[in-house]
């Protein structure tokens, strides 16, 4: 994807299409930015996760609150940096050599850096991976709206 710097000539290209490796590359700059790393155990509670739904005819999963995460700009650039590294595969100022490396940031007119940050967006949301679709707490064949399975009988 070519983004054209606006107001300049300048230009930069990701790559098309993200890969598995590219989800963990970033997946693993922020588990190690949650003091997360590879190896590191958790402890797993003896709860089987579930309990009576509101109607008390099924079991469902129980409701977990959100946890709130604060994110510091030196996280954000962090994972900013990871990706550039890794989808980034053109772009126009020749001064500064491909791979992309931390200490390009510094030298880049901000245009660019801010060109950079709103197409990067796009490229982190994909990372980041599909949002969990909400659970239902019905069951389907107790629902006139259910639609036919396309499975074989």
């Known amino acids: 994807m070519r983004v054209d710097i606006p107001g300049t000539s300048d230009y930069f290209v990701f790559r098309d299409k993200l890969t598995g490796g590219d989800r963990s590359a970033y997946q693993a700059v922020q ?16 709860d089987d ?26 996280w954000l650039t962090d994972l900013r940096d990871t990706v550039l590294g890794r989808v980034l595969t ?35 949301d994909r990372l980041r991976g599909p949002k ?3 659970t239902s707490r019905g069951s389907a064949s107790s629902s006139e709206a259910a639609t036919a399975s396309s499975l074989p009988a």
């Open 49 to 74: 996760g579930m309990e009576v739904s509101e109607d008390g005819l099924t079991m469902v999963p129980k409701a977990r609150p959100k946890e709130k995460v604060r994110l510091t700009r030196a």
């Open 90 to 124: 053109e772009w126009s100022f020749t001064d500064l050599p491909l791979p992309y490396v931390p200490a390009h940031w510094d030298e880049l007119p901000l245009e660019a850096c801010e060109a950079i940050d709103t197409a990067l967006k796009g490229v982190t």
């Open 31 to 46: 588990d190690r930015l949650n003091g997360l790393d590879v190896g590191t155990e958790v402890e797993v509670e003896d």
């Open 132 to 134: 969990a679709a909400p």
